[in-house]
């Protein structure tokens, strides 16, 4: 009786010192190894009489359980310190900063969204988009859109020209998106939807004036559109543009030689305290030019203008991009000055869809 | 256009504002840029009478005055102006109000202890002039109290019209008064010239050699005037439009000028010799014009001859050697017609701009040629004196009057204006159109000076314009059959996807220009003759870019200038690689400069070094896959073009022929010519060449297939000479077994110590998917065995121990 007490005095003594993993096995080992000192007293009880083994068995085995629980409290206990000591070797600096995403610091420059929009909006209304060369004919840029040779519309242009082939045609920049209009109506049967946007360029240059420029054309050709949904197609892009409910808008007669009715148009807006507001104000300001397709236009893209009729509307992207984003000048728009463009431009994912809202 | 508003009620009489009637004109088509209306800006500024004026008790230049206003108690002022003294009238300004000159808001105000209420101005106070002598001094008889402005003659508006090219006859007071009056906001006046009969023949004889360029010529002498300064009136009102006056006879034509946009020219008769000839210039004939500069002609110049040489530049200048001066007795008037082509040639290719030419190349209205001389003839005799010729006239008056077949219902199919009959009769006659017939198709021939109509479109807009633009019914637009059908074609899809992915790999989009110098371009494959500019606007911007490479890399050096040197710039836009159509190809560039890495720029706490190819690579393969390449059907060709470092660039392939995109370091020898700062890594995608993907008939995609099978991953070491390309070995690795081997990835790559020189380790994972039952490891070593054979003999490398 007294050894058994005297063995688990020992036992659980020695487990409660054991200060690692590799101790407490050790002591389990001697104990209940295979011939551990429990294991060789269990082994006794075979050759016990049954009384002795009743008198002795829960003995045994009453030492052998409280032991092997303890050794299994005594393993918890160690794996948790460990753990915890772990724990506090891990620890790192959490606030460190970390490098900018990829999708933070990429951007988009505001003529792409700007062009991103418009498509969104015309798309809506069942238009395509057309393109065309940048290098352009003078048929294309000023003949076909009804120009007369020497007239002085033609020097409006300031057209960036290249030198004369031996065969005498002298190549251009198009100064203006309009070739595409001829060249879709050279390629497509009417009904036409399009919107053309791209680059063009005129050699002019200061604080409003770029070399190089981007437009966005409208143009319909089918027998029945008319000035009165020219009006109503803009007035609703305006709206859709400027993301307002309500624009007033002016259409005052104008010149354009591919036009005939030729209008400009005005917006109102309010321009007190240094930045534009749409929809509200008392200040006119004059953001496109569009007609009815000249009959003469027509003609050189062999339609008769007696079957077909439509529209043309011109208008510049960076400046309808500087009226609603707020940019003073139009000249930084080609610097790719970084600080200009992280502070104008878009996030990547900032898909304009009519949606989701064209701009947040 | 500038004119006054007395001038324009000279030919319209109406009783509305200055606000209406600019307001009008804008709305009719004929803007109004600038109003200037001196009588309202100096309203506040009245006649004033000076009681009394003394020394200021504290300064010696300052004196005190009381000042009678005109309404009321008299009030006192401080003024410093040494010409201030009692009795005089002067211009006073109340507190309150804006002195133009100074910018500043008139206070009541003590100055050195003496109240002051108010001012007497000086001439540039009030921004008039810039006299500052004194204050300005009035006549005794000067009415007390009323508005300065009226007094100085400075109460007649001013308005400046935008005057399209196409309404040459708005370019004379006159026409606009004609607009006007069709609107109904006024009555045009008549304003018929009454001949005026001649009093002998003309004895300059007129020849015209070249009817082309100049179809009729009008002339006619007026013997014995006097010429002088012209009256003040017409001073007064050449000055209000920004002319100078220089004598009568001068100021005469350019009253016509303006008023009627008929332009004249007058020759001092006895500095004529001889008849006067229209020809074309010889070349190298020059003339010293009238604004003082010599020109040399060419032949395809118009000029007015006489025996001493030439004259006259036709519609442009005159001379100076025949022009009119103070001492002129005899003028010989001239009213012609002018190429209005040959004009505009002519005053490009010699630089002069006046107001002759601006009107002959926008073309004047034939019929008034001689009217035109016979208005000058009779202002000439008004202000000069003098006995008129009869008029000679070369050449013959072209006949106008086109005739229009008009149908009524024309301005509802184009504009979409309801109108009614009556009201399109009364605009196009008012506008001097004449309208006969009364069927649902009019004639309407057009008058002499609207040369610019030629159809039925012209008269809707002229229908439109008149009536209002706001009478035309905002008309809902129908979506069409287009509607909810995609309408980007596939370059224009891939542009945008091209953007977002660049954007998204944390690269900001530039815009650069389309042309680039000459020597840049040569560097990158262009610079070829039919890619130069003609007239380029700077030197450095004289060539349309071959590539977008050289207008990035300069970019990202002036943002390293400005203290940022790591940042990644892309653009997506047009190269040239010739002048046709077919020529320009949209190139998607993406360029990373200094640290500027997909995972991070610049220095940062977790390490990361410069640039280098594989970034490059990378976004070149992002926008490809961005586009819809499938990115395992491409092959990687080491090496690239000229301007990338030859053994850190490559070229992403399909087959051997279509080159998608390249990629790589800068050449240090790129660097240096474009006078810039590695490391810069760049990638160039061309989304043209990127091929179309088939159309399908469903988009249902493929169905999916799961192995039931675990996958099973082998490493294998191999020892290779350091020429040898990885992706001969995963080739060969992927080429051992089609069927087993999913996927080979490079895990290690080691060269240095340890490794034989001339030799590198590189490290596969291989990835085993059996689809058909579970590997036994005998199975599994003999395609492991087949791997390393394989990829010895097509690479001779060994496996390592």
Redesign the interface.
């Known amino acids: 009786m007294a050894d058994f007490k005297k063995l688990e005095a020992e036992l659980l003594a020695a487990i409660t010192a054991a200060e690692d993993d590799t101790r407490l096995e050790t002591i389990r080992v001697a104990a209940l190894g295979k011939k551990g000192s429990i294991s060789e007293l269990l082994k006794t009880l075979g050759t016990m009489t049954p009384e002795e083994r009743k008198q002795e068995g829960p003995m045994i085995n009453g030492l052998r359980d409280r032991v092997s629980e303890a050794i299994t409290q005594k393993r918890d206990t160690l794996k948790r310190a460990a753990t915890a000591e772990r724990l506090v070797a891990d620890k790192v600096d959490v606030t460190l900063p970390l490098r900018a995403s990829a999708l933070l610091r990429g951007h988009i420059h505001p003529v792409s969204q700007v062009i991103d929009e418009i498509t969104a909006i015309f798309a809506d209304m069942g238009f395509s988009i057309a393109e065309g060369p940048d290098i352009e004919t003078d048929f294309y840029n000023f003949t076909a859109l009804n120009f007369p040779a020497g007239h002085p519309a033609r020097e409006m242009h300031d057209t960036f020209f290249f030198n004369p082939k031996p065969d005498g045609e002298r190549k251009l920049l198009r100064t203006h998106t309009s070739p595409v209009q001829i060249r879709t109506m050279e390629s497509v049967k009417p009904p036409i939807r399009v919107i053309t946007p791209g680059r063009t360029y005129r050699c002019d240059s200061d604080q409003t004036h770029t070399p190089m420029f981007h437009q966005v054309e409208g143009l319909v050709i089918d027998k029945t559109s008319h000035l009165g949904h020219l009006k109503w197609i803009l007035e609703e892009f305006c709206k859709a543009f400027f993301e307002v409910p309500s624009v007033k808008m002016r259409f005052r007669p104008s010149f354009f030689p591919f036009t005939e009715p030729s209008l400009e148009v005005d917006i109102q807006c309010d321009r007190r305290g240094g930045e534009i507001r749409f929809g509200e104000g008392n200040d006119w300001l004059e953001i496109l030019g569009c007609g009815m397709v000249h009959p003469n236009v027509l003609r050189n893209c062999k339609l008769d203008p007696n079957e077909y009729q439509g529209f043309a509307w011109g208008m510049g992207i960076d400046r309808i991009a500087m009226l609603k984003y707020g940019m003073p000048d139009l000249r930084p728009f080609f610097e790719a000055d970084v600080r200009w463009l992280e502070h104008y431009g878009f996030r990547p994912l900032d898909f304009p869809t009519l949606a989701g809202g064209l701009s947040e | 256009m500038k004119f006054t508003l007395s001038w324009l009620k000279e030919h319209l009489e109406t009783d509305s504002s200055l606000d209406e009637i600019a307001d009008k004109l804008?709305?009719?088509?004929l803007?109004v840029e600038r109003v200037e209306d001196k009588a309202r800006e100096l309203a506040p500024f009245t006649v004033a009478r000076v009681i009394s004026a003394e020394k200021h008790p504290n300064a010696d230049k300052l004196k005190v005055c009381m000042v009678e206003t005109g309404d009321g108690q008299p009030v006192q002022v401080v003024c410093g102006a040494p010409n201030a003294r009692a009795g005089m009238m002067a211009v006073f300004a109340r507190p309150g109000t804006h002195i133009p000159g100074t910018g500043l808001d008139l206070k009541v105000g003590a100055i050195r202890g003496v109240e002051s209420h108010g001012m007497l101005v000086s001439a540039r106070e009030m921004g008039i002039s810039d006299d500052h002598q004194g204050i300005i001094e009035l006549p005794a008889n000067a009415p007390l109290g009323k508005p300065f402005a009226a007094i100085a003659g400075l109460d007649d508006p001013v308005l400046d019209v935008a005057v399209?090219?196409?309404?040459a006859d708005c370019l004379g007071v006159h026409g606009i008064a004609r607009d006007l009056s069709a609107t109904q906001l006024g009555k045009l006046k008549d304003d018929t010239v009454k001949p005026i009969k001649g009093e002998f023949p003309c004895p300059v004889a007129v020849k015209i050699e070249e009817p082309s360029l100049c179809p009729a010529f009008a002339l006619r002498l007026v013997r014995g005037v006097k010429n002088g300064p012209s009256p003040e009136w017409l001073q007064r009102r050449l000055r209000a439009i920004g002319l100078r006056p220089i004598n009568a006879l001068v100021d005469i034509t350019n009253l016509v000028t303006f008023d009627r946009a008929r332009p004249l020219h007058v020759f001092d008769a006895a500095k004529v010799k001889g008849g006067l000839v229209v020809r074309r210039a010889k070349k190298g004939e020059t003339l010293l014009a009238l604004d003082g500069r010599s020109y040399e002609f060419d032949t395809d110049m118009c000029v007015i001859a006489d025996e001493n040489g030439v004259e006259s530049l036709s519609g442009i200048m005159g001379g100076e050697a025949s022009g009119c001066s103070e001492a002129t007795t005899d003028v010989l008037i001239e009213s012609a017609l002018w190429n209005?082509?040959n004009i505009?040639?002519t005053g490009?290719k010699l630089g002069i701009s006046s107001d002759a030419r601006f009107r002959f190349?926008?073309g004047v209205d034939p019929a008034f040629t001689v009217p035109g001389l016979e208005f000058a003839t009779k202002l000439v005799l008004e202000l000069c004196g003098g006995k008129p010729s009869e008029i000679v006239l070369a050449g013959a008056i072209p006949d106008g009057g086109r005739v229009i077949d008009f149908p009524l219902a024309e301005a509802?199919?184009?504009?979409?204006?309801e109108t009614k009959v009556g009201e399109i009769k009364r605009v196009l006659t008012a506008l001097g159109f004449i309208v006969a017939g009364s069927g649902e198709t009019v004639k309407v021939a057009a008058p002499s000076w609207r040369g610019d109509v030629?159809?039925?479109?012209?008269l809707?807009?002229e229908i439109?314009?008149i009536l209002g633009?706001?009478r035309?019914?905002?008309?809902?637009?129908e979506?069409?059959?287009?509607?909810l059908r995609p309408?980007?074609?596939a370059l224009?899809r891939r542009t945008?996807a091209a953007?977002?992915a660049?954007?998204?790999?944390?690269?900001?989009?530039?815009?650069?220009?389309?042309?680039i110098s000459k020597k840049q371009a040569e560097l990158f494959g262009g610079g070829g003759?039919?890619?130069?500019?003609?007239?380029?606007?700077a030197t450095d911007?004289s060539d349309?870019r071959p590539s977008l490479v050289p207008?990035?890399a300069l970019?990202l050096q002036?943002?390293a200038d400005?203290g940022?040197p790591d940042?990644?710039?892309f653009e997506?836009?047009?190269i040239?690689t010739g002048?046709?159509?077919q020529d320009?190809l949209v190139a998607a560039t993406a360029m990373r400069r200094g640290a500027a890495k997909?995972?991070?720029?610049g220095r940062?706490?977790?390490g990361l070094g410069a640039v280098d190819v594989f970034d490059a690579k990378a976004d070149a393969l992002t926008t490809l896959a961005a586009c819809g390449m499938a990115i395992d059907k491409l092959q990687i060709i080491a090496g690239g073009p000229s301007y990338l470092h030859p053994g850190r660039s490559g070229a992403i392939q399909l087959g051997p022929k279509i080159v998608l995109a390249v990629f790589g370091e800068l050449h240090p020898a790129t660097l240096e010519a474009l006078g810039i700062e590695g490391p810069l890594a760049v990638s160039e995608v061309i989304l043209d060449r990127i091929p179309a993907a088939k159309t399908k008939a469903s988009k249902a995609k493929a169905a999916l297939v799961l192995s039931p099978f675990q996958p099973v991953l082998r490493d294998f070491a191999f020892l290779v000479d350091r020429g040898v390309a990885a992706a001969e070995i995963i080739h060969a690795a992927k080429g051992a077994d089609k069927n087993l081997v999913a996927a080979v990835d490079v895990f290690d790559l080691y060269e240095g110590k340890e490794i034989e020189a001339g030799k590198k380790s590189i490290a596969i994972a291989v990835t085993l998917q059996p689809r058909e039952k579970t590997l036994t490891d005998a199975e599994i070593d003999t395609v492991a065995g087949k791997i390393v054979e394989e990829v010895k003999k097509r690479t001779g490398a060994v496996l390592r121990a």
Request: charged content about 25%; overall charge positive.
């Open positions: 804008t709305m009719i088509g803007e399209t090219p196409n309404r209005p082509a505009a040639q490009r190349e926008r509802r199919r184009l504009a979409g204006l030629e159809g039925k479109a012209d809707v807009e439109v314009r633009l706001e035309v019914p905002l008309t809902p637009f979506r069409g059959e287009n509607g309408v980007l074609t224009q945008r953007k977002r660049l954007a998204a790999s944390g690269l900001v989009e530039a815009v650069t220009w389309s042309f003759p039919e890619l130069a500019l003609a007239n380029p606007i911007l349309m207008g990035l970019a002036r943002n400005r940022y940042i990644a710039l997506v836009g047009q040239f002048d046709r159509p320009q997909a995972s991070g720029a940062h706490w977790s």
